[in-house]
């Protein structure tokens, strides 16, 4: 039944060519599908048919490898040629903290408009339990009802979420497990014929829904675990201990005990906005997330309580925050990659400004924040400017530094990553 796919004959589309679409897009391109992708950003279509990557994890050579399999387009029309679908459009939140499903709702209208016998849909995008049921699957029921064509028999619908982690190398896409289910039985046997030519491992749930749960409490685990270890550092702060010292000890303990490690907040697009799906859908059903409440409260005071260590460093020193000239060392939310959205260095920096800082920042992989509302630029004299600084706060570990050479050069060092004076 699903033959194309086992041969690889089959040509496939991924809708949204962004940090998780176009690495997949290059991946079903490597093992021999004929791929499109589909991206409204025109600047992106070029990029991928010119071979030019703008994906830190995707290489230039990787994606002019694959020149003959894969092609870009922002026509939905394509899917009218092509046997399966991937949606790998992002999911942020709206200003009031509601989860933002617009692309994916736009994205099933356009779908569905080019519905055929025979098509896959795979959803990637990470959303709230109910999303591919509730949210997709009635968009492509009514574009097939005037057929006569059925969820399972003419179409198949699925849910499997992203695993993606930029800038990871020991787990790639294609080796990491992958979450799988459909709607029904036959969906779920297409997809698994669709991506079991890709991933090496494939774990089939129930539901959708339970997928997507099961997505969202993969990130909710680390966004709850480290607002527990920031509020470790909370109490050891309070009580005059040493909180590296008693991670360290208790991270010693070889079983029932999982190291997290205290910082500056939590950054990117994943754990400080996903778990929020998970809380608002609970709200819907008139039930609570609790754990999420209170974690993303601890990890929200963060970045105040790193400026509240400068301003009390200052204050040792003589000086106070108005005026004085700190350096923010990294301004992306992880080491080594060009990410700066929701990074606690952004908020960090916006504070110090607001308190009348002369504030600075240095990254080797992002030039610029002002498209993140922080009229900054990064400063091109690292050396010169940590020696100028009054105060320099370590705020992502970034493997290019030399961290010996900031701790000697820096007059005042914060270290929100735990990073200087370790020896592991």
Same mark, same amino acid.
């Given at each position: 039944?699903?033959?194309?796919?086992?041969?690889?004959?089959?040509?496939?589309?991924?809708?949204?060519?962004?940090? =998780?679409?176009?690495?997949?897009?290059?991946?079903?391109?490597?093992?021999?599908?004929?791929?499109?992708?589909?991206?409204?950003?025109?600047?992106?279509?070029?990029?991928?048919?010119?071979?030019?990557?703008?994906?830190?994890?995707?290489?230039?050579?990787?994606?002019?490898?694959?020149?003959?399999?894969?092609?870009?387009?922002?026509?939905?029309?394509?899917?009218?040629?092509?046997?399966?679908?991937?949606?790998?459009?992002?999911?942020?939140?709206?200003?009031?903290?509601?989860?933002?499903?617009?692309?994916?709702?736009?994205?099933?209208?356009?779908?569905?408009?080019?519905?055929?016998?025979?098509?896959?849909?795979?959803?990637?995008?990470?959303?709230?339990?109910?999303?591919?049921?509730?949210?997709?699957?009635?968009?492509?029921?009514?574009?097939?009802?005037?057929?006569?064509?059925?969820?399972?028999?003419?179409?198949?619908?699925?849910?499997?979420?992203?695993? =993606?982690?930029?800038?990871?190398?020991?787990?790639?896409?294609?080796?990491?497990?992958?979450?799988?289910?459909?709607?029904?039985?036959?969906?779920?046997?297409?997809?698994?014929?669709?991506?079991?030519?890709?991933?090496?491992?494939?774990?089939?749930?129930?539901?959708?829904?339970?997928?997507?749960?099961?997505?969202?409490?993969?990130?909710?685990?680390?966004?709850?675990?480290?607002?527990?270890?920031?509020?470790?550092?909370?109490?050891?702060?309070?009580?005059?201990?040493?909180?590296?010292?008693?991670?360290?000890?208790?991270?010693?303990?070889?079983?029932?005990?999982?190291?997290?490690?205290?910082?500056?907040? =939590?950054?990117?697009?994943?754990?400080?906005?996903?778990?929020?799906?998970?809380?608002?859908?609970?709200?819907?059903?008139?039930?609570?997330?609790?754990?999420?409440?209170?974690?993303?409260?601890?990890?929200?005071?963060?970045?105040?309580?790193?400026?509240?260590?400068?301003?009390?460093?200052?204050?040792?020193?003589?000086?106070?925050?108005?005026?004085?000239?700190?350096?923010?060392?990294?301004?992306?939310?992880?080491?080594?990659?060009?990410?700066?959205?929701?990074?606690?260095?952004?908020?960090?920096?916006?504070?110090?400004?607001?308190?009348?800082?002369?504030?600075?920042?240095?990254?080797?992989?992002?030039?610029?924040?002002?498209?993140?509302?922080?009229?900054?630029?990064?400063?091109?004299?690292?050396?010169?400017?940590?020696?100028?600084?009054?105060?320099?706060?370590?705020?992502?570990?970034?493997?290019?530094?030399?961290?010996?050479?900031?701790?000697?050069?820096?007059?005042?060092? =914060?270290?929100?990553?735990?990073?200087?004076?370790?020896?592991?």
């Amino acid at each position: 039944m699903f033959d194309r796919f086992h041969n690889r004959t089959a040509r496939v589309a991924v809708v949204g060519l962004g940090y =998780v679409g176009l690495p997949l897009a290059v991946t079903l391109a490597s093992t021999g599908y004929q791929v499109v992708g589909i991206d409204l950003d025109q600047t992106k279509v070029e990029s991928v048919n010119q071979g030019r990557s703008y994906i830190a994890d995707v290489a230039d050579a990787a994606l002019r490898a694959q020149a003959t399999r894969l092609r870009a387009t922002s026509d939905y029309a394509v899917l009218t040629q092509c046997d399966a679908v991937s949606i790998c459009l992002p999911t942020p939140l709206d200003q009031t903290g509601q989860p933002d499903v617009s692309s994916i709702r736009a994205s099933g209208r356009e779908i569905a408009l080019h519905l055929h016998p025979g098509l896959t849909v795979v959803l990637e995008s990470t959303s709230y339990p109910g999303t591919t049921t509730e949210l997709l699957l009635p968009l492509l029921e009514a574009a097939a009802q005037p057929q006569g064509w059925r969820v399972g028999e003419q179409f198949h619908l699925a849910f499997s979420p992203e695993r =993606v982690d930029p800038g990871r190398t020991d787990w790639t896409i294609q080796t990491t497990p992958k979450i799988i289910a459909g709607v029904t039985e036959n969906c779920l046997a297409a997809a698994q014929a669709y991506y079991g030519q890709v991933f090496d491992t494939l774990v089939p749930v129930s539901s959708p829904s339970a997928a997507e749960m099961a997505k969202l409490f993969e990130n909710t685990y680390r966004f709850v675990n480290i607002s527990l270890v920031n509020e470790l550092l909370l109490m050891c702060d309070r009580l005059g201990l040493d909180s590296r010292e008693v991670l360290e000890a208790a991270a010693t303990k070889p079983f029932g005990f999982t190291r997290f490690t205290p910082g500056p907040g =939590v950054g990117g697009p994943c754990i400080p906005v996903d778990p929020h799906y998970l809380s608002w859908k609970m709200r819907s059903v008139n039930a609570s997330a609790r754990f999420i409440e209170l974690a993303n409260q601890i990890n929200a005071e963060m970045p105040g309580f790193w400026v509240q260590k400068v301003q009390d460093a200052l204050n040792d020193a003589g000086k106070a925050v108005k005026g004085s000239r700190i350096l923010v060392l990294g301004a992306a939310y992880k080491p080594d990659i060009a990410d700066a959205r929701e990074s606690p260095a952004i908020d960090i920096l916006q504070l110090l400004l607001q308190k009348g800082a002369q504030a600075a920042y240095h990254d080797p992989f992002i030039p610029s924040l002002a498209d993140k509302g922080v009229p900054l630029t990064a400063v091109a004299d690292l050396e010169g400017e940590i020696q100028k600084a009054d105060c320099v706060v370590i705020a992502t570990a970034h493997s290019a530094y030399d961290w010996a050479s900031i701790e000697h050069g820096a007059a005042i060092l =914060v270290d929100t990553r735990f990073i200087v004076n370790r020896r592991s």
